[in-house]
Protein backbone atom coordinates (compact mmCIF):
# COMPACT_ATOMS: atom_id res chain seq x y z
CA UNK A 1 0.00 0.00 0.00
CA UNK A 2 1.26 3.29 -0.84
CA UNK A 3 -0.54 6.87 -0.61
CA UNK A 4 -1.32 8.89 -4.29
CA UNK A 5 0.80 11.83 -4.92
CA UNK A 6 -1.46 14.66 -3.50
CA UNK A 7 -1.94 12.55 -0.17
CA UNK A 8 2.13 12.39 -0.32
CA UNK A 9 2.56 15.46 -0.72
CA UNK A 10 -0.07 16.57 2.24
CA UNK A 11 2.15 14.34 4.60
CA UNK A 12 4.98 15.92 3.67
CA UNK A 13 3.82 19.52 3.67
CA UNK A 14 2.36 18.55 7.27
CA UNK A 15 5.88 17.18 8.72
CA UNK A 16 7.96 19.83 7.59
CA UNK A 17 7.23 22.32 10.14
CA UNK A 18 8.19 19.44 12.69
CA UNK A 19 12.04 19.80 11.48
CA UNK A 20 12.38 22.52 8.50
CA UNK A 21 15.01 21.79 6.41
CA UNK A 22 16.78 20.63 3.11
CA UNK A 23 15.49 17.62 3.68
CA UNK A 24 12.17 18.72 2.11
CA UNK A 25 13.41 19.86 -1.21
CA UNK A 26 15.90 16.78 -0.99
CA UNK A 27 12.81 14.47 -0.93
CA UNK A 28 11.32 16.21 -4.06
CA UNK A 29 14.54 16.14 -6.37
CA UNK A 30 14.54 12.27 -5.13
CA UNK A 31 11.00 11.88 -5.98
CA UNK A 32 11.15 13.42 -9.44
CA UNK A 33 14.58 10.94 -10.19
CA UNK A 34 12.63 8.04 -9.35
CA UNK A 35 9.72 9.22 -11.42
CA UNK A 36 11.51 9.67 -14.54
CA UNK A 37 13.98 6.52 -14.13
CA UNK A 38 10.85 4.39 -13.02
CA UNK A 39 9.37 5.66 -16.61
CA UNK A 40 12.49 4.72 -18.73
CA UNK A 41 12.26 0.94 -16.93
CA UNK A 42 8.80 0.46 -17.08
CA UNK A 43 8.16 0.79 -13.24
CA UNK A 44 5.30 1.92 -11.49
CA UNK A 45 5.78 5.65 -11.75
CA UNK A 46 3.06 6.99 -9.15
CA UNK A 47 4.74 4.20 -6.50
CA UNK A 48 8.18 5.54 -7.50
CA UNK A 49 7.50 8.87 -6.76
CA UNK A 50 5.80 8.58 -3.83
CA UNK A 51 8.25 6.33 -2.75
CA UNK A 52 11.43 9.50 -2.97
CA UNK A 53 8.84 11.78 -1.91
CA UNK A 54 8.67 10.30 1.50
CA UNK A 55 11.68 7.90 2.30
CA UNK A 56 12.84 10.22 4.64
CA UNK A 57 9.44 10.97 6.20
CA UNK A 58 11.40 10.38 9.77
CA UNK A 59 13.12 13.31 9.54
CA UNK A 60 9.47 14.42 10.67
CA UNK A 61 10.67 13.21 14.20
CA UNK A 62 13.70 15.44 14.86
CA UNK A 63 17.33 15.68 13.99
CA UNK A 64 18.17 12.18 14.22
CA UNK A 65 20.27 9.84 12.03
CA UNK A 66 19.99 6.32 12.11
CA UNK A 67 16.84 6.95 14.10
CA UNK A 68 15.07 8.16 10.94
CA UNK A 69 14.89 5.27 9.17
CA UNK A 70 13.10 3.11 12.16
CA UNK A 71 10.66 6.21 12.63
CA UNK A 72 9.66 6.37 9.04
CA UNK A 73 9.23 3.03 9.03
CA UNK A 74 7.32 3.31 12.28
CA UNK A 75 5.32 6.27 10.91
CA UNK A 76 4.57 4.55 7.46
CA UNK A 77 3.31 1.41 8.94
CA UNK A 78 0.97 3.40 11.46
CA UNK A 79 -0.52 5.04 8.23
CA UNK A 80 -0.90 1.58 6.33
CA UNK A 81 1.57 2.36 3.89
CA UNK A 82 3.81 -0.83 3.97
CA UNK A 83 5.42 -0.04 0.93
CA UNK A 84 6.79 3.65 2.06
CA UNK A 85 7.74 1.88 4.88
CA UNK A 86 9.80 -0.21 3.43
CA UNK A 87 11.78 2.52 1.52
CA UNK A 88 12.13 4.41 4.67
CA UNK A 89 14.24 1.34 6.06
CA UNK A 90 15.84 -0.01 3.19
CA UNK A 91 17.29 3.66 1.66
CA UNK A 92 20.08 3.99 3.90
CA UNK A 93 21.46 0.08 3.95
CA UNK A 94 22.55 -0.55 0.68
CA UNK A 95 24.44 -3.64 1.26
CA UNK A 96 21.22 -4.75 3.33
CA UNK A 97 23.48 -4.14 6.29
CA UNK A 98 22.89 -2.32 9.32
CA UNK A 99 26.52 -1.30 10.23
CA UNK A 100 25.87 0.24 6.60
CA UNK A 101 24.45 3.36 7.99
CA UNK A 102 26.53 6.42 7.33
CA UNK A 103 26.09 8.75 10.54
CA UNK A 104 25.26 8.33 14.34
CA UNK A 105 23.94 5.26 15.60
CA UNK A 106 21.28 7.46 17.46
CA UNK A 107 18.29 4.05 18.50
CA UNK A 108 18.26 2.59 22.12
CA UNK A 109 19.70 -1.13 22.25
CA UNK A 110 15.66 -2.48 21.81
CA UNK A 111 15.16 -0.08 18.65
CA UNK A 112 18.53 -0.85 17.06
CA UNK A 113 17.84 -4.67 17.50
CA UNK A 114 14.72 -4.49 15.87
CA UNK A 115 15.66 -2.54 12.74
CA UNK A 116 18.40 -5.03 12.38
CA UNK A 117 15.80 -7.64 12.59
CA UNK A 118 13.81 -6.51 9.88
CA UNK A 119 16.67 -5.41 7.61
CA UNK A 120 18.15 -8.77 7.64
CA UNK A 121 13.82 -10.24 6.52
CA UNK A 122 13.80 -7.95 4.18
CA UNK A 123 13.47 -8.79 0.14
CA UNK A 124 15.16 -5.64 -2.25
CA UNK A 125 12.93 -4.97 -5.01
CA UNK A 126 13.41 -2.43 -7.38
CA UNK A 127 12.06 0.55 -5.60
CA UNK A 128 14.34 0.04 -2.91
CA UNK A 129 17.02 -0.02 -5.34
CA UNK A 130 15.76 2.77 -7.11
CA UNK A 131 15.69 5.42 -4.42
CA UNK A 132 18.77 4.32 -2.91
CA UNK A 133 20.20 4.98 -6.25
CA UNK A 134 18.10 8.33 -6.58
CA UNK A 135 18.93 9.23 -2.76
CA UNK A 136 22.89 9.60 -4.03
CA UNK A 137 21.77 11.76 -6.83
CA UNK A 138 20.08 14.65 -5.31
CA UNK A 139 21.38 16.98 -2.45
CA UNK A 140 18.87 19.68 -0.48
CA UNK A 141 19.34 21.88 -3.30
CA UNK A 142 19.49 20.04 -6.65
CA UNK A 143 19.91 16.98 -8.45
CA UNK A 144 23.96 16.97 -8.61
CA UNK A 145 26.66 14.39 -9.66
CA UNK A 146 26.53 11.28 -7.49
CA UNK A 147 30.34 11.57 -6.87
CA UNK A 148 29.95 14.83 -5.67
CA UNK A 149 26.65 14.12 -3.56
CA UNK A 150 28.79 11.45 -1.57
CA UNK A 151 31.96 13.48 -0.83
CA UNK A 152 29.78 16.21 0.09
CA UNK A 153 28.35 13.02 2.85
CA UNK A 154 31.88 12.28 2.96
CA UNK A 155 32.52 16.21 4.25
CA UNK A 156 29.91 15.93 6.67
CA UNK A 157 30.44 12.39 7.90
CA UNK A 158 34.62 12.03 7.94
CA UNK A 159 34.08 9.16 6.13
CA UNK A 160 32.47 7.28 3.72
CA UNK A 161 32.48 3.36 3.22
CA UNK A 162 33.93 2.13 -0.11
CA UNK A 163 31.69 -1.08 -0.46
CA UNK A 164 28.71 1.63 -0.17
CA UNK A 165 29.96 3.62 -2.60
CA UNK A 166 30.94 0.30 -4.74
CA UNK A 167 27.47 -0.65 -4.62
CA UNK A 168 25.83 2.73 -5.50
CA UNK A 169 27.95 2.56 -8.49
CA UNK A 170 26.48 -1.20 -9.60
CA UNK A 171 23.20 0.40 -9.17
CA UNK A 172 23.64 3.40 -11.49
CA UNK A 173 25.26 0.17 -13.91
CA UNK A 174 22.14 -1.65 -12.83
CA UNK A 175 19.54 0.91 -14.12
CA UNK A 176 21.59 2.87 -16.68
CA UNK A 177 21.50 -1.23 -18.88
CA UNK A 178 18.28 -1.18 -17.99
CA UNK A 179 16.82 1.89 -19.67
CA UNK A 180 19.88 1.59 -21.97
CA UNK A 181 21.43 5.16 -21.36
CA UNK A 182 22.49 7.35 -18.97
CA UNK A 183 20.95 8.10 -15.91
CA UNK A 184 21.43 12.29 -15.96
CA UNK A 185 20.01 12.22 -19.78
CA UNK A 186 16.99 11.24 -18.40
CA UNK A 187 16.66 13.02 -14.90
CA UNK A 188 18.23 16.63 -15.56
FE1 LIG B 1 17.21 9.17 4.63
Not at 54 to 83: N, P, S
Request: proline letters at 4%; glycine letters at 6%; one cysteine or more.
Amino acid sequence: MYPSRKEAHKILAEAVPHNPGPWETHSKLVALCAERIAAECGLDTAKAYVCGLLHDIGRRFGVKHLAHTYDGYQYMKELGYDDIAKICLTHSFHNQDIHDYVGNYDLPPAEFKELQRLLEQITYDDYDRLIQLCDGMATGEAIVDIEERLREVQLRYGFFPKKKLDKIMELRAYFEEKIGKDIYAVVV
